[in-house]
């Protein structure tokens, strides 16, 4: 018989509860196909029988299943200096068998799991200079805790977050599946381009990283939603600079009003932020393009 074919005792602390022990559950709860049974406690005799614990009780060995981060010395930290919590010691233990695959595994890793494992951790990865903070996915998970009203009932509030949280991480790693797939066929549009500061797709892929690699394309050409766009190239991955914007003239336009200052008939809209304008046909996005080019 199989270690994961049988309803297998988690546990992890009570009281509040925080992002990182929410996905830690869930990444259970997909590693063992929803076959858990979820304690929330800190008492030692109750943790030392549990097949997982993390979390709680002091104590990180992966061979043993116990992902806890909390004692003397914490569990270690990534090359980045970003430190382990629970999350990041289940997903560094389960999070290839979890995807099934390694890269994909280690792409959310840097997307998802290290921002919680660090906010877990007390570390400040945004930098904020200013008074306004990010509301991040931690903060949509903790909207879930009792007020001060409610009283201190957290159990089934936490359980609510594990089934959320096992539905997000199911998401991207599909998302991610499939942006792994689509990688060639951009890679394919790149080399086969005339002209690479202008890569055309033939269709609604997810193109932002893949051609942020190359450092010529300025827009990208792609079919959305029975119209056809061209969209800046960021500067950067997580960044809202473009490379080249599209001309300020067009900002805000639509329509009639746009076709008159672009010369393309059937351009029906460029953003105020110059990154995005809408032809109804590929020959009008391309059209649109090429004179941006020019601006």
């Not at 109750?46 to 060995?61: L, M, N």
């Not at 570390?123 to 805790?145: C, E, H, M, N, W």
Request: a negative charge.
């Amino acid at each position: 018989m199989s270690f994961f074919s049988k309803k297998k005792i988690v546990v992890t602390h009570n009281g509040t509860f925080h992002a990182d022990d929410i996905f830690s559950a869930a990444t259970l709860s997909i590693l063992l196909d929803g076959k858990i049974k979820i304690i929330r406690t800190r008492d030692s005799e109750i943790i030392s029988k549990a097949d997982f614990v993390f979390d709680v009780g002091g104590e990180y060995d992966p061979s043993r299943n116990r992902f806890d981060h909390h004692q003397h010395g914490g569990a270690g930290a990534r090359e980045n200096g970003i430190p382990y919590a629970a999350f990041g010691l289940v997903w560094k233990t389960y999070g290839e068998q979890v995807c099934g695959s390694k890269q994909i595994a280690d792409m959310l890793d840097e997307k998802l799991v290290q921002f919680i494992d660090a906010n877990d951790n007390g570390v400040d990865v945004v930098g904020l200079k200013t008074v306004v903070a990010p509301y991040l996915i931690q903060d949509v998970f903790y909207s879930f805790r009792p007020s001060w009203k409610e009283g201190e009932v957290y159990d089934e509030s936490f359980m609510k977050m594990v089934t959320l949280a096992r539905e997000v991480l199911l998401r991207e790693i599909l998302k991610m599946n499939h942006a792994l797939l689509a990688q060639s066929i951009i890679r394919d549009a790149y080399n086969k381009a005339e002209d690479k500061r202008v890569v055309i797709l033939d269709g609604h892929y997810p193109w932002g990283e893949t051609l942020g690699e190359y450092p010529e394309p300025l827009f990208v050409v792609f079919p959305k939603v029975g119209t056809w766009r061209v969209e800046c190239i960021r500067k950067q991955r997580y960044s809202f600079e473009n490379r080249k914007s599209l001309p300020e003239a067009w900002a805000g336009l639509r329509d009639e009003d746009l076709a008159q200052v672009t010369g393309v008939p059937d351009a029906i809209f460029c953003h105020n932020g110059r990154f995005l304008a809408v032809a109804k046909s590929k020959e009008g996005a391309l059209l649109l393009a090429q004179k941006a080019l020019l601006a």
